[in-house]
């Protein structure tokens, strides 16, 4: 069984470069291997990633990264069940919050994503996925 699950988190310290290279790198990695998919959006101090795959593979998945001490404050906004995936093209996309295009920054003025609705976020995600705004991470 599929599920999908969306969380949001606060960076513990600066974003750098190394620091999000050395987690997409692992993540594409462990992703490909357990058959999860998803984006990790990244910048502006915090972390918003989907996950998706086996229902046991997600929650053992998120289990660790909760864990995680590069990042603190994480909530889950989203979580169900799945027939189809939707990042399915991806291991691990990367999308930069800081350099959100100009529509983005008009629907999204208030960059607060602790106050959205995971459904919400998902909508941005995909919306930033379609603008071409990924950076790497195929599956
Ligand atoms: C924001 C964030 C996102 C992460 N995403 C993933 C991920 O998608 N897949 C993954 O395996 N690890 C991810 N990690 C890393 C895990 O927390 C953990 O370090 C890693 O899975 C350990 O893998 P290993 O046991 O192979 O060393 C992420 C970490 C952070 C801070």
Known sequence: MLIRVIYISTASGPQTA??????????????RANGVTGVLCQGQGVYLQALEGERSTVTQLYARIYGDTRHTNVEMI??????????????????????????????WPEFDPYSFTGLLVMARIDDLLASGTVIEGSA
């Open 78 to 107: 989203h979580c169900e069940s799945i027939a189809q995936r939707r990042y399915d093209n991806w291991s691990m996309a990367h999308v930069s919050l800081s350099d959100l295009d100009p529509e983005t920054q008009i629907d």
């Open 18 to 31: 190394d620091t999000t290279q050395a987690i997409l790198r692992k993540a594409q990695a462990n992703n």
